[in-house]
């Protein structure tokens, strides 16, 4: 019996490597064998316990509670010398005694606050990758009802933790090679803008042949380890500052930007224009940010389109046009006439392009638009 059971979470797992939605229930099934009630499938930082995840079973209002007071007190994700703990890291199977004892876990502030309220006494982590200070693993939760997790469970999650870890890698590798839907890179293949995508820690992951030309071109860019970077230091930092907020886990920082980036024999500068991005396709964790860079060459000639909107900003076509209007100009009542609907849907979609480009306000939305199409001032 335990063997088709296996077998059947085995077939959940492989379908999950490669159809992002399929995460949740694979944990469910996961929890379900190795005694746990709860799951969570995150990326944390073992410098200050921040990151990202998905969860399953656990109240959707402790994330946001996780982010905003607990990160930092999380006793598992919060090392005093993160790269010396990363050096002695390995993937394996863990409980939480196996990091501090019980009896002193209960006198924590994590434990009363935040574990308790959810019903979680004990803890197995399955850790399956690592990056810098950061860590991937599930931690299956358990009440204290049900006590510690037994022997036998620890050794069925050992035996299917290679697995565990090999779907995952599946589905990094995939995220990585897909940031966007299809419909997306096709139009920014289309662009005629430079545009390049990269990932939250600046790596690019995807140039269309306009960016690749611009790239190529002396005194401009540079792609230093695979991370996009500029040849002049001054520009080289204050592109990375934007790259930085657009990439931001912390979505009060998170935030579109722009700049403009001379080059040697160039009478007008490329105007840049810097966008978070929430990565949808084979994301594994679908809400880590990303980020989109959009040059635009005055000397080209091009213009802003509502396809071109939509392909970097992820706007809906109703979002675009409202974009658009406002560029011109026009106010909401104004951009309701043109458009043939209600004020109301307008001011909606405008708060809707307003997150989607990161700007915070209406005159910030207009000077990034007009940036991207190399007619705003520097």
């Known amino acids: 019996m335990a063997g088709a059971v296996e077998t059947e979470f085995l077939d959940l797992l492989y379908d999950a490597a490669v159809e992002p939605e399929k995460w949740i229930p694979a ?14 499938l995150s990326r944390l930082s073992m410098a200050n316990g921040t990151g990202t995840g998905v969860v399953s079973r656990i109240d959707p209002v402790m994330p946001p509670l996780y982010h905003s007071h607990y990160a930092s007190q999380n006793l598992y994700s919060n090392a005093t010398d993160p790269e010396a703990f990363m050096r002695g890291w390995v993937p394996k199977i863990m409980v939480d005694d196996d990091f501090v004892a019980k009896e002193d876990l209960i006198k924590t502030e994590y434990y009363d606050g935040f574990l308790k309220p959810q019903d979680v006494h004990s803890i197995m982590f399955v850790r399956l990758a690592a990056r810098g200070v950061e860590i991937s693993a599930i931690s299956i939760n358990r009440p204290e009802s049900w006590g510690r ?162 392909a970097l900003f992820g706007l809906t076509r109703a979002e675009a046009r409202v974009a658009i209007a406002i560029t011109r100009g026009e106010t909401s009542r104004q951009a309701a006439s043109t458009l043939g609907v209600s004020v109301h849907t307008v001011r909606n979609q405008l708060q809707s392009v307003l997150e989607k480009t990161g700007a915070s306000r209406q005159s910030e939305l207009v000077a990034l638009l007009m940036r991207a199409i190399g007619t705003g001032s520097a």
């Not at 996961?30 to 005694?35: E, N, P, Q, S």
Request: hydrophobic residues 45%; charged residues 20%; glycine residues 10%.
């Open 149 to 310: 997790f037994e022997t036998w469970q620890i050794e069925r999650a050992k035996r299917l933790h290679p697995h565990v870890r090999r779907a995952f890698r599946v589905a990094e590798t995939l995220a990585a090679a897909g940031l966007m839907a299809e419909g997306m890179a096709a139009a920014i293949d289309r662009s005629p803008y430079g545009v390049i995508v990269l990932d939250d820690t600046g790596y690019v992951r995807r140039t269309n042949g306009v960016a690749e030309t611009l790239l190529a071109e002396a005194g401009g860019f540079c792609v230093v380890g695979g991370r996009l970077s500029a040849v002049q230091p001054k520009a080289a930092g204050e592109l990375q500052a934007l790259i930085a907020a657009a990439a931001s886990p912390d979505v009060a920082v998170r935030k579109g930007g722009s700049m403009t980036l001379a080059l040697p024999g160039r009478r007008f500068p490329l105007s840049v224009t810097v966008a978070p991005v929430v990565s949808q396709a084979y994301a594994v964790f679908d809400h880590r940010p990303a980020v989109i860079v959009c040059v635009n060459d005055p000397q080209a000639g091009a213009q802003l389109s509502e396809e071109m909107l939509r």
């Open 27 to 40: 944990m469910d099934r996961f929890a379900d064998l190795v005694g746990g009630t709860s799951s969570w």
